[in-house]
């Protein structure tokens, strides 16, 4: 079935530093990709998505990029601050309106930046 | 507001009891989806739907059930609690459209004793 695999588990880095996550997807027609960050005590809540027909996407400090071909995305944040702490969940689905709209989501990669 | 609203927010109860977590939202959307998750752990999909009359069993074995009669309206039941049911559920619903946002309710954390 649908499988979405997310590295790392954890993630510690400087305040200022970049960090980078990582995730790969076994369904090869998938081709909607979001990013949901969930902080503590908190629902999650999406900050960025890209679909197939765009290699990278940027929003400010926060940027995506997906390798078709290789059926792996990844979430690159910049100058990371202490509020960029959380838990981010990476995630796959079919994209149209059919009735296949299964939302498969990554482990989580816990991110803590220490200022 | 356009919303997704789940009730309880916090619920403890014994062993063998009958629950159901409500959840309902205002956005008019037709799809809606139960997510069970630990602390700051994995999302796992238990249970969604695509519209009224429509259930379907997510990718984590799950006893409880769920049902449709209503488009703002997905509740989950579980006839019998255990100890090992104790976790997070999380509600959300998602527009028409396969790409769009997924919005999460603020989630029922389930405690059985």
């Known amino acids: 079935g649908e499988n979405v695999e997310q590295h790392p588990s954890t993630l510690s880095v400087q305040e200022g530093d970049s960090a980078v996550i990582k995730c790969t997807y076994s369904?090869?027609?998938?081709?909607?990709f979001p990013w949901y960050k969930q902080e503590l005590g908190k629902r999650p809540q999406l900050i960025i998505d890209i679909r197939s027909n765009v290699g990278e996407k940027k929003d400010q400090r926060i940027a995506v990029t997906l390798n078709k071909t290789a059926k792996h995305f990844s979430l690159h944040i910049t100058e990371t601050q202490p509020e960029d702490s959380a838990v981010y969940f990476c995630?796959?689905?079919?994209?149209?309106?059919?009735?296949?709209?299964?939302?498969?989501f990554g482990q989580g990669t816990t991110l803590q930046v220490k200022p | 507001e356009a919303d997704i609203y789940q009730t309880p927010r916090y619920l403890v109860i014994g062993t063998g009891k009958k629950i159901t977590l409500e959840c309902s939202q205002t956005m008019g959307h037709d799809k809606m989806y139960w997510y069970q998750q630990d602390p700051g752990m994995e999302l796992h999909l238990i249970h969604y739907?695509?519209?009224?009359?429509?259930?379907e069993k997510g990718d984590l074995s799950s006893e409880s059930t769920v049902s449709r009669i209503r488009t703002e309206h997905f509740p989950l039941t579980l006839e019998s609690a255990r100890p090992s049911h104790t976790s997070q559920y999380l509600c959300?619903?998602?527009?028409?459209?396969?790409?769009?946002?997924?919005?999460f309710g603020e989630g029922s954390r389930l405690t059985v004793l």
């Open positions: 739907s695509y519209g009224v009359n429509s259930t």
């Open positions: 369904d090869s027609a998938s081709n909607y």
């Open positions: 995630a796959a689905s079919r994209g149209g309106s059919s009735n296949t709209g299964k939302l498969i």
């Open positions: 959300a619903s998602r527009g028409l459209a396969n790409t769009g946002e997924l919005f």
